[in-house]
């Protein structure tokens, strides 16, 4: 792996991903930062389970990312950067756009910055976003058993690839764009080792889902609670969904291949063997839990894709990745975390409580 002796730094390292990370990483022997402001609900329990889980691998530093010197300080001895400190919701920069975009554009210039006047090639991996490629409303789709898909045979067949024209709708995916460019443009402009990680639905363990974000967690954790999924469309919008584990994966393998793959960006998600429709999804956790469902439907959301399924191909074959979990298995782990972490049977206020 490139970089020198010091720990490895996630940025949003008690969020979902980042703490899969942090702790993938502090198993693999490496010493970890996590850099996280807490502003999520619930990722205290995240940043608990990993300091006791690795006593001796794992630091905190309580801090913003739009707070330059604290940036600046944390960096300093970085080996390696993950960034995944965000504002991650859709609705939240549409209420807020000025904080959105301090948040993910200036708080990743800010990182970019205090790596570039270091001078010591520190490699940066930074967690994107599919919103980068809009709203996709050109490609032509048809309802195929419950599902939007593509008419156009290669889309359906492959999901969309790195080809596809940026485009950015809401003001989150204009701030997640922004910064995804200014990651690989630095890599361009300053030979920083970054490499960009277009995400689709990532899901797994210490995912506190919401309405907002994290949706594959938000219909469980409802659905195990015994209260009403709110739908926001017509319930047929595909999405690849990828567990964690293998998310994380190819985070590490960035890192160990930082200078094939430097000024690159890749899309990462579970591809077609694990699209699935909001309804084929809901009617999985139905099997599961072994009751109904009970769903209300809202109007779209701005940005909403009714279709997106990533071609991954470009990533497993540079990052050497293996197929991922299947999304039946997977869905089921994670459902099986959630009754673990509320200790089921409980009462559906007490597993709300426990998960929130």
């Known amino acids: 792996m490139s970089g020198g002796s010091g720990p490895v730094l996630v940025t949003g390292g008690a969020g979902f991903i980042g703490a899969n990370l942090a702790d993938r990483l502090a198993a693999d022997g490496h010493d970890v930062v996590v850099f996280d402001a807490l502003a999520r609900p619930g990722v205290e329990r995240n940043l608990a389970w990993l300091e006791a889980r690795h006593p001796r691998r794992v630091s905190t530093v309580i801090g913003d990312i739009r707070d330059e010197k604290a940036v600046g300080k944390v960096v300093r001895d970085a080996t390696a950067v993950f960034h995944l400190a965000a504002q991650v919701a859709v609705t939240t920069s549409l209420v807020d756009p000025v904080g959105d975009f301090e948040v993910n554009v200036r708080g990743t210039v800010n990182l970019l910055e205090a790596l570039r006047r270091q001078g010591r090639r520190t490699p940066l991996v930074f967690a994107s976003t599919n919103k980068v490629y809009g709203d996709l409303a050109d ?22 690839d ?141 940005g909403d894709q009714r279709y997106y399924v990533s071609d991954a191909g470009a990533a497993r074959r540079a990052l050497h990745l293996d197929e991922p979990v299947a999304w039946r298995d997977g869905v089921a782990r994670l459902a099986a975390w959630l009754r673990e972490e509320a200790a089921a049977p409980l009462p559906a206020a007490a597993l709300a409580e426990a998960v929130s």
């Open 139 to 160: 490609v032509p789709l048809e309802i195929v058993d419950d599902c939007h898909l593509p008419r156009d045979p290669s889309i359906r067949l492959n999901g969309v």
């Open 162 to 302: 790195e080809r596809r024209p940026l485009d950015f709708h809401t003001p989150y995916g204009c701030s997640k764009g922004a910064a995804d460019q200014y990651v690989l443009d630095y890599a361009r402009s300053f030979d920083l080792p970054t490499c960009v990680l277009r995400m689709s639905c990532i899901y797994g363990p210490r995912q506190m889902g919401t309405e907002d974000q994290g949706w594959v967690a938000h219909f469980l954790i409802r659905a195990l609670a015994g209260q009403p999924i709110t739908i926001y469309g017509d319930g047929r919008q595909v999405r690849d969904i990828l567990y964690v584990a293998d998310a994380v994966e190819a985070y590490v393998s960035a890192w160990r291949r930082i200078e094939t793959v430097k000024g690159r960006a890749f899309n990462l998600g579970g591809g077609r063997a694990n699209a699935v429709s909001l309804r084929l999804l809901l009617g999985h956790i139905e099997q599961l839990i072994g009751r109904g469902v009970a769903l209300r439907f809202e109007d779209w959301r701005p």
